[in-house]
């Protein structure tokens, strides 16, 4: 499975920015697909995850309620949709892709099988 995520860039506090993964080289039923991301000097944390065939999805709980991941089958690419920015949500985001696995064991940072390159958020305050 090849990712190409894309859609960062530089905002506002407050604004908001959807980032697009498009996955391609194989159907992703079976897959949980994901965002983590990483902040200059810290390690990489996950997001959000959906289960490709169920819809199901999970949160990490700094962006709940926030952020808003989805799948387009058609497009076979996913999206979060983060709103209500804050500067502390300034990272390198990265698509990632885990078969036959959950949206929690994804979120409890267990194997990834596939990473896309990085798109860097920025959140100015």
């Known amino acids: 499975v090849q990712l190409q995520a894309s859609g960062g860039g530089l905002v506002q506090a407050g604004g908001s920015l959807r980032l697009s993964c498009a996955a391609s080289g194989r159907t992703l039923s079976g897959y949980v697909m994901g965002w983590l991301r990483q902040a200059p000097g810290k390690e990489r944390e996950f997001v959000a995850a959906i289960n490709w065939s169920s819809g199901i999805t999970y949160y990490a709980d700094s962006v709940k309620g926030r952020f808003t991941i989805s799948r387009d089958n058609a497009k076979n690419t996913v999206y979060v949709q983060m709103n209500s920015l804050k500067p502390e949500d300034t990272a390198v985001y990265y698509c990632?892709?885990?078969?036959?696995?959950?949206?929690?064991?994804?979120?409890?940072?267990?194997?990834?099988?596939?990473w896309g390159k990085g798109t860097l958020v920025t959140v100015s305050s």
């Open positions: 990632a892709a885990t078969y036959y696995t959950t949206t929690q064991a994804m979120g409890a940072g267990r194997r990834v099988d596939y």
